[in-house]
């Protein structure tokens, strides 16, 4: 074996040491990303979290918020992208919730992330509203390139962490998720989604697959159903109408999910 050889093959070791050791220690450092502030403030006030008001760790002007506290054993970071500094609405979409997701992994470096929040979901593959999905895969399905792999790149389809145990133990439901920058459903959108075989619709959860996949952390994604895509009530009606009930739901499947893995290592979820 040349040198070289010999030196890549111990880093690897070393590097597959480092995570087996780390998947069998408890999971400590919890990042929750969610998108609105509707979907996160009732879990800020669950866990009893600390407004970071002074905003420091992020580059001074942008507008995410970050909430910290301890929970049981867990040292829990919630970050959501904040407001728009004109509009005043939340920053939805993939292109905040993969700079919070990048800019929180490079500080906080959690052991592991939980994207919470509201989709869309179809009734065709079972989603009803208020149902809780823990998604299996993610994938996008606004970013059509119709050239041999690139096509493949723009779904970026991915598996997410899997937590078999959690998932089975909470009797909680699975299915894909499907990510784009908009709230409707173009048929362009609607023949990628059903490509995409998904159960649930958001506008953040495979963009942040993308940036935890790009850092080597875990992520999972805990999505409640506030409107039904393949029914008949207007989605942003539907929406609006059940987003404080369907908050409701998520917040206490997210508190589930949360006590469940307090205490266990990743490699037991
Ligand atoms: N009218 C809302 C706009 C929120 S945008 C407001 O009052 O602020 C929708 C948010 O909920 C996104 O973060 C998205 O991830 C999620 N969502 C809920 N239902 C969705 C659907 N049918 N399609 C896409 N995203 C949905």
């Not at 996949?213 to 207007?234: H, N, Q, R, W």
Request: charged share 20%.
């Amino acid at each position: 074996m040349a040198p070289t050889d010999e030196i890549i093959g111990a880093t690897a070791a070393a590097a597959n040491m480092t995570e087996a050791e780390e998947r069998s220690r408890p999971v400590s450092n919890l990042l929750f990303i969610i998108a609105m502030q509707a979907e996160a403030l009732p879990l800020v006030t669950k866990f009893q979290l600390t407004e970071d008001t002074d905003r420091s760790i992020f580059t001074k002007g942008v507008p995410w918020v970050r909430y910290y506290g301890n929970y049981k054993d867990l040292q829990i970071n919630l970050v959501r992208p904040g407001k728009d500094p004109s509009l005043g609405v939340d920053n939805v979409g993939t292109i905040s919730a993969s700079l919070v997701t990048y800019a929180s992994i490079q500080v906080l470096k959690p052991d592991l992330i939980i994207n919470a929040g509201t989709s869309g979901g179809f009734k065709a593959k079972g989603a009803s509203v208020g149902d809780v999905f823990v998604a299996t895969d993610v994938a996008f399905h606004d970013r059509r390139i119709p050239i041999p792999v690139f096509d493949l790149y723009g779904i970026g389809a991915r598996r997410s962490f899997s937590t078999p145990n959690l998932v089975k133990d909470l009797n909680l439901k699975e299915g894909k998720l499907s990510t784009g920058d908009s709230l409707d459903m173009s048929p362009h959108d609607a023949a990628a989604i059903s490509a995409n075989d998904a159960t649930v619709k958001d506008m953040e959860g495979a963009a942040i697959a993308y940036v935890a996949d790009l850092l080597s952390v875990p992520a999972v994604f805990v999505k409640a159903v506030t409107d039904i895509v393949d029914g008949e009530k207007p989605t942003t009606e539907e929406f609006v109408d059940n987003l404080a009930s369907v908050t409701a739901a998520l917040d206490r499947a997210v508190t589930q999910v949360v006590d469940y893995i307090n205490g266990k290592c990743l490699s037991e979820l």
